[in-house]
């Protein structure tokens, strides 16, 4: 087991800048950072992002391999199907996993143990070696359906973080209410960071 690696997945929901945020302070903490990256979330981070991303894991890793200042081999890019990657064996299994942002149907999936690509096997490698998973849901009003595989994987020891920013920092950008959702992300990876004051302190 990496206890220096984690695993990274993008899904088709709505906020990808949270997962581009926690890609960045990842690198730039020094983790080497296996990264999935959906279809659907190729789609979406054309529509809220400037990358235009394409279906190749080799040139997605080269991309942000530059863009991120990462260095030679500290970013893993793998497909849905590359069933050989660490991540689809418990004999290599990460140090925790963040799937940042969760699509409903990703979370169905994982709930369900479906294991129908790798992200959702890499899931459920976590779940089953008993490390840390993180699911940053992006969905409003969450249904009956939603909300019974949020407390199914809560019971199982998964971290269910909806992507809900507070306003007590006083945030006076978009980026700021982003670092906001990262900065617990990272506080429960036990990452260091410095992007928000906490409760109670000045800035």
Not at 4 to 23: C, D, E, H, K, V
Not at 42 to 67: A, N
């Amino acid at each position: 087991m990496s206890r220096n690696t984690i695993t990274l997945a993008m899904t088709g929901a709505s906020g990808i800048p949270y997962g581009m945020r926690l890609l960045d302070c990842l690198l730039g903490n020094g983790k080497q950072v296996y990264l999935l990256i959906s279809t659907a979330a190729q789609v979406v981070m054309s529509l809220e992002t400037d990358f235009k991303v394409s279906g190749s894991p080799r040139e997605i890793e080269s991309l942000f391999t530059r863009h991120f200042n990462a260095a030679d081999g500290q970013l893993r890019v793998f497909g849905k199907d590359q069933w050989m990657a660490p991540i689809a064996s418990g004999s290599s299994v990460s140090e925790a996993m963040v799937v940042c942002p969760c699509s409903s149907g990703t979370l169905a999936a994982i709930a369900c143990g479906t294991s129908d690509n790798l992200l959702e096997r890499a899931a459920d490698v976590i779940i089953k070696e008993q490390r840390k998973l993180i699911l940053v849901p992006r969905e409003m009003p969450l249904s009956p359906i939603h909300l019974e595989h949020m407390l199914t994987l809560s019971r199982m020891g998964v971290v269910i973080m909806p992507a809900c920013p507070g306003f007590y920092q006083r945030p006076r950008s978009v980026d700021d209410l982003v670092d906001f959702v990262v900065a617990r992300i990272l506080d429960h990876l036990g990452v260091d960071h410095a992007l928000l004051p906490r409760w109670s302190e000045s800035e």
